[in-house]
């Protein structure tokens, strides 16, 4: 309770069946011209003790697991409902600010730890629709969040320009989605396709590399251990090294935009937030427990 509210207004954007909302986003006009980006992560490492009960269960399930129709959460739900980024209320969060010129270039970041007032869950099959690849920056008739949507997906190219991954080929992939429709003692399986790499998708993921990028960057010049994922030639691997991620064309890359999701972010959220405060990290370098957790969650997420 004790954390600011931000002053903006959030928006997520997930599948119909997310529940663990890690990541929101913002916009706002600057007085200056500029605007200010902000990318909302959930933060479940302000109120999970470390060793405590519900610390060792993350360390214990390192993920969820998702399968047709359902899906065991790493976090217990009542823990869930704590910390996702749900709409209607302000949660616990790690925000990254942007400051973007009008040619989207970014001129400065920072990070804080607050509450997020969070407006709308928007949900991928409602917005779709509206925000597609035929309508995407394009004069069309107004829809909600069009304005934060169009100006995000621009930014997003720049983004992707800038890694060197603009003219790249793209495939078209379908995802399918499984659910299980239940009515009494019927089950009725659905498989729901879509195309990978909507407008939608890359705005996310843009915004995920960038902030992870970047939090990487500070963690490694902070000198506080973290948990990478490099690529040379070969296959991404997990480690305690801040190397380049040759398939993303990032300098350094790791995972802390999924805490509520995976073990990874999880841990690399408490550095941050401890390197952000100016406390002693739980985890130092050369630290046998976070060789232990890399070894762990490679093992366990393999498997799932």
């Given at each position: 309770?004790?954390?600011?509210?931000?002053?903006?207004?959030?928006?997520?954007?997930?599948?119909?069946?997310?529940?663990?909302?890690?990541?929101?986003?913002?916009?706002?006009?600057?007085?200056?011209?500029?605007?200010?980006?902000?990318?909302?992560?959930?933060?479940?490492?302000?109120?999970?003790?470390?060793?405590?009960?519900?610390?060792?269960?993350?360390?214990?399930?390192?993920?969820?697991?998702?399968?047709?129709?359902?899906?065991?959460?790493?976090?217990?739900?009542?823990?869930?409902?704590?910390?996702?980024?749900?709409?209607?209320?302000?949660?616990?969060?790690?925000?990254?600010?942007?400051?973007?010129?009008?040619?989207?270039?970014?001129?400065?970041?920072?990070?804080?730890i607050e509450r997020v007032p969070v407006v709308a869950n928007l949900r991928h099959h409602d917005i779709e629709p509206?925000?597609?690849?035929?309508?995407a920056g394009q004069d069309v008739p107004d829809y909600a969040w069009k304005d934060e949507l169009n100006f995000l997906?621009?930014?997003?190219?720049?983004?992707?320009?800038?890694?060197?991954?603009?003219?790249?080929?793209?495939?078209t992939r379908m995802d399918y989605n499984f659910y299980i429709d239940r009515d009494g003692e019927s089950e009725k399986?659905?498989?729901?396709?879509?195309?990978?790499?909507?407008?939608?998708?890359?705005?996310?993921?843009?915004?995920?590399?960038?902030?992870?990028?970047?939090?990487?960057?500070?963690?490694?010049?902070?000198?506080?251990?973290?948990?990478?994922?490099?690529?040379?030639?070969?296959?991404?691997?997990?480690?305690?090294?801040?190397?380049?991620?040759?398939?993303?064309?990032?300098?350094?890359?790791?995972?802390?935009?999924?805490?509520?999701?995976?073990?990874?972010?999880?841990?690399?959220?408490?550095?941050?937030?401890?390197?952000?405060?100016?406390?002693?990290?739980?985890?130092?370098?050369?630290?046998?427990?976070?060789?232990?957790?890399?070894?762990?969650?490679?093992?366990?997420?393999?498997?799932?």
């Amino acid at each position: 309770e004790e954390l600011p509210i931000a002053d903006v207004k959030a928006f997520s954007i997930d599948d119909a069946t997310t529940t663990e909302i890690d990541d929101a986003f913002s916009l706002q006009k600057l007085k200056n011209g500029n605007w200010q980006v902000g990318v909302h992560i959930a933060a479940p490492v302000l109120g999970i003790a470390p060793g405590s009960n519900l610390d060792q269960v993350v360390l214990d399930r390192l993920s969820t697991v998702y399968f047709p129709g359902d899906k065991i959460t790493m976090l217990p739900d009542d823990a869930v409902e704590v910390f996702t980024l749900e709409e209607g209320a302000a949660r616990p969060a790690v925000s990254m600010y942007l400051e973007v010129s009008l040619g989207f270039d970014i001129l400065s970041y920072r990070s804080v730890i607050e509450r997020v007032p969070v407006v709308a869950n928007l949900r991928h099959h409602d917005i779709e629709p509206y925000f597609n690849e035929e309508t995407a920056g394009q004069d069309v008739p107004d829809y909600a969040w069009k304005d934060e949507l169009n100006f995000l997906w621009h930014f997003a190219g720049a983004l992707e320009g800038r890694r060197g991954k603009a003219d790249q080929p793209q495939q078209t992939r379908m995802d399918y989605n499984f659910y299980i429709d239940r009515d009494g003692e019927s089950e009725k399986v659905r498989i729901v396709p879509r195309k990978r790499g909507a407008p939608m998708d890359k705005l996310v993921a843009e915004l995920m590399i960038l902030v992870n990028s970047q939090w990487g960057k500070e963690l490694r010049d902070a000198q506080i251990a973290g948990i990478y994922r490099s690529q040379g030639g070969g296959r991404v691997r997990l480690s305690t090294q801040a190397t380049a991620h040759a398939g993303l064309g990032v300098e350094c890359y790791m995972w802390s935009s999924s805490p509520l999701r995976r073990a990874v972010d999880y841990i690399n959220q408490q550095q941050l937030v401890a390197m952000l405060r100016g406390e002693k990290p739980r985890y130092q370098k050369n630290d046998a427990e976070l060789f232990t957790a890399i070894s762990s969650f490679d093992t366990a997420y393999s498997a799932y």
